[in-house]
């Protein structure tokens, strides 16, 4: 076995990690970055933007329809070329991997192939070690500290594993051979909405089964309720405060497989029962069913013990101090999906907490990551986006709230997109309360949520932000005309 030391090592090259590794290489360390797979990550590979680069497309499909239906353009779907999408799809992803490749040479870090595992506080064995240093297992030193950054993969239903084709998790989803006529999306979280949003558009019957009372159970009550509506319009099934009993492939072969030939159009399925919240149990049939429902952190084989650490219950490692992630364990520090709540589970947030940690361990003053003044989107068809407290957190904190929700439709640009949505804000009673939080709904909002995040995370005041002219005609002007009523100059609505 080599032996090797340098300042820096961070396990795993997904956003979490190769930001940390980036930024504490341009800050002059030694930097060596352990990946088993390949740098990016699950956002690049198989997250953020192979997911955003179809839902792009989902969003031209649904085009066609306005395009005839709302402005008399002769435009006809001939259909989706899925190999042609994905390889569109591909390509980005290869351009941004290639991308990241180059920022790492080009920062001087060193990208050792292989996986890690924690021998000590400061120390870490690499097996199948490639791509420098030659193969066979490595052993490296930290002088400064080591970041774990092995980020999380799908959680999975016991006694029903993926098997890629008719119980998927997101990852098989991008691989899956062709789009399936009808789908089973279990989990309205983030990733099963913009699945079950994106599956629609191409044209597939589509049921979203969730076990909490709304759809995105996170986010503000208005935006779970707009979302809903959308969607059932969109002709989308959502069951909600519904649980899944139970679930089995169908062959086709078999005699009670019928029904679900008859949803598929042929071909074997799932068949799933479900109680809904009111109502009787129902069996649903589907070609496809999509496990949505949530991410577990990735620490099999990390060697946590050996280094002194251990998990939470549910996983996570949590740091011991907020304000620089570290752990418990001097020079060993935390970034990304492995990290618990107040952290997010987002690529921006991992992006953060990685120049936070690299900061760290090059000496310089810490800043922590705020946490809640980090976005919140979903990019599905509508979008939602927000920032900051609901206003049933507000209240709970104590705030005396004042919120106010002005519909996208009340701008002659949301009258232009015709797909309705809203600006919700939430501030702190009185002329100099601050903003707590945003909520959007509506087309392109995750390009709108940046100025209300300034808003949240600068302790402005509705009246701060009313002051600034927004431009005419825009959906950004709902967002102005929000805080003009709050500020009482409102000329629209009267708060
Ligand atoms: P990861 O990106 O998971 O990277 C961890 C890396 O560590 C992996 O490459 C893995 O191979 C490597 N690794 C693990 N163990 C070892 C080991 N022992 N040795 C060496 N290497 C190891 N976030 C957003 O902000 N916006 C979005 O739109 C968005 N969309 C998403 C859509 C989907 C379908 C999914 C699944 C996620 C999405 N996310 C989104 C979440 C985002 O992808 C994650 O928050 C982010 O990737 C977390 O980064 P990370 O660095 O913590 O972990």
């Given at each position: 076995?080599?032996?090797?030391?340098?300042?820096?090592?961070v396990?795993?090259?997904?956003?979490?990690?190769?930001?940390?590794?980036?930024?504490?290489?341009?800050?002059?360390?030694?930097?060596?970055?352990?990946?088993?797979d390949?740098?990016?990550?699950?956002?690049?590979?198989?997250?953020?933007?192979?997911?955003?680069?179809?839902?792009h497309?989902?969003?031209?499909?649904?085009?066609?329809?306005?395009?005839?239906e709302?402005?008399?353009?002769?435009?006809?779907?001939?259909?989706?070329?899925?190999?042609?999408?994905?390889?569109?799809?591909?390509?980005?992803?290869?351009?941004?991997?290639?991308?990241?490749?180059g920022?790492?040479?080009?920062?001087?870090?060193?990208?050792?192939?292989?996986?890690?595992t924690?021998?000590?506080?400061?120390?870490?064995?690499?097996?199948?070690?490639?791509?420098?240093?030659?193969?066979?297992?490595q052993?490296?030193?930290?002088?400064?500290?080591?970041?774990?950054?092995t980020?999380?993969r799908?959680?999975?239903?016991?006694?029903?594993?993926?098997?890629?084709?008719?119980v998927?998790?997101?990852d098989?989803?991008?691989?899956?051979?062709?789009?399936?006529?009808?789908?089973?999306?279990?989990?309205?979280?983030?990733?099963?909405?913009?699945y079950?949003?994106?599956?629609?558009?191409?044209?597939?019957?589509?049921?979203?089964?969730e076990a909490?009372?709304?759809?995105?159970?996170?986010?503000?009550e208005?935006?779970?309720?707009?979302?809903?509506?959308?969607?059932?319009?969109?002709?989308?099934?959502?069951l909600t405060?519904?649980?899944?009993?139970d679930?089995?492939?169908?062959?086709?072969?078999?005699?009670?497989?019928?029904?679900?030939?008859?949803?598929?159009?042929?071909g074997?399925?799932?068949?799933?029962?479900?109680?809904?919240?009111?109502?009787?149990?129902?069996?649903?049939?589907?070609?496809?069913?999509?496990?949505?429902?949530?991410?577990?952190?990735?620490?099999?084989?990390?060697?946590?013990?050996?280094?002194?650490?251990?998990t939470?219950?549910?996983?996570?490692?949590?740091?011991?101090?907020?304000?620089?992630l570290?752990?418990?364990?001097?020079?060993?520090?935390?970034?990304?999906?492995?990290?618990?709540?107040?952290?997010?589970?987002?690529a921006?947030?991992?992006?953060?907490?990685?120049?936070?940690?690299?900061?760290?361990?090059?000496?310089l003053?810490?800043?922590?990551v705020?946490?809640?003044?980090?976005?919140?989107?979903?990019?599905?068809?509508?979008?939602?986006?927000?920032?900051?407290?609901?206003?049933?957190?507000?209240?709970?904190?104590?705030?005396?709230?004042?919120?106010n929700?002005?519909?996208?439709?009340?701008?002659?640009?949301?009258?232009?997109?015709?797909?309705?949505?809203?600006?919700?804000?939430?501030?702190?009673?009185?002329?100099?309360?601050?903003?707590?939080?945003?909520?959007?709904?509506?087309?392109?909002?995750?390009?709108?949520i940046?100025?209300?995040?300034?808003?949240?995370?600068?302790?402005?005041?509705?009246?701060?932000?009313?002051?600034?002219?927004?431009?005419h005609?825009?959906?950004?002007?709902?967002?102005g005309?929000?805080?003009?009523?709050?500020?009482?100059?409102?000329?629209?609505?009267?708060?």
């Amino acid at each position: 076995m080599s032996e090797n030391s340098t300042d820096v090592i961070v396990i795993g090259g997904g956003t979490g990690g190769y930001s940390t590794a980036l930024r504490a290489a341009h800050l002059g360390l030694d930097v060596t970055l352990v990946e088993r797979d390949l740098v990016g990550g699950t956002c690049l590979h198989r997250g953020c933007v192979p997911s955003k680069a179809m839902l792009h497309a989902a969003e031209l499909v649904d085009g066609v329809a306005e395009a005839r239906e709302r402005w008399g353009v002769k435009a006809t779907l001939e259909g989706v070329d899925w190999p042609a999408l994905t390889a569109t799809r591909d390509d980005i992803v290869s351009r941004n991997h290639r991308g990241v490749e180059g920022q790492l040479s080009r920062a001087g870090v060193t990208v050792v192939r292989g996986t890690a595992t924690l021998t000590g506080p400061r120390g870490v064995r690499v097996t199948d070690a490639g791509s420098t240093g030659g193969a066979g297992v490595q052993g490296w030193t930290a002088r400064r500290g080591i970041v774990l950054a092995t980020g999380s993969r799908p959680r999975t239903l016991p006694g029903l594993e993926p098997d890629g084709q008719h119980v998927v998790t997101s990852d098989d989803a991008l691989f899956a051979p062709g789009l399936p006529k009808s789908v089973l999306v279990l989990g309205g979280g983030a990733i099963g909405v913009e699945y079950a949003s994106f599956h629609r558009s191409m044209g597939a019957e589509v049921t979203l089964v969730e076990a909490a009372e709304r759809l995105l159970p996170l986010e503000d009550e208005d935006v779970s309720r707009q979302l809903t509506r959308a969607l059932k319009k969109r002709g989308i099934t959502v069951l909600t405060g519904a649980r899944m009993l139970d679930a089995h492939r169908v062959d086709a072969r078999r005699a009670d497989a019928r029904r679900v030939d008859a949803a598929t159009g042929g071909g074997p399925g799932i068949e799933a029962r479900v109680r809904p919240a009111r109502g009787a149990e129902t069996v649903i049939a589907a070609e496809r069913l999509l496990v949505a429902v949530g991410r577990v952190p990735v620490t099999d084989g990390l060697g946590l013990a050996a280094a002194g650490l251990t998990t939470d219950a549910r996983g996570y490692v949590p740091p011991a101090d907020l304000s620089t992630l570290s752990t418990a364990v001097p020079g060993l520090h935390v970034v990304g999906d492995l990290l618990p709540p107040p952290s997010l589970g987002l690529a921006h947030a991992s992006f953060a907490e990685g120049l936070l940690v690299a900061e760290t361990l090059a000496g310089l003053p810490s800043r922590p990551v705020d946490y809640a003044a980090v976005p919140r989107v979903t990019y599905s068809s509508p979008q939602t986006a927000s920032v900051g407290l609901s206003e049933a957190e507000a209240r709970a904190a104590g705030y005396e709230v004042a919120a106010n929700v002005m519909p996208l439709t009340a701008t002659a640009k949301g009258m232009v997109h015709g797909q309705g949505g809203m600006v919700k804000a939430v501030a702190e009673r009185g002329a100099q309360g601050r903003v707590l939080g945003v909520h959007l709904v509506g087309p392109h909002v995750s390009e709108m949520i940046a100025e209300s995040q300034l808003a949240v995370a600068w302790d402005a005041s509705p009246a701060d932000i009313a002051q600034h002219v927004h431009p005419h005609p825009t959906l950004s002007e709902a967002v102005g005309e929000t805080f003009l009523t709050l500020a009482g100059r409102g000329l629209h609505q009267h708060a």
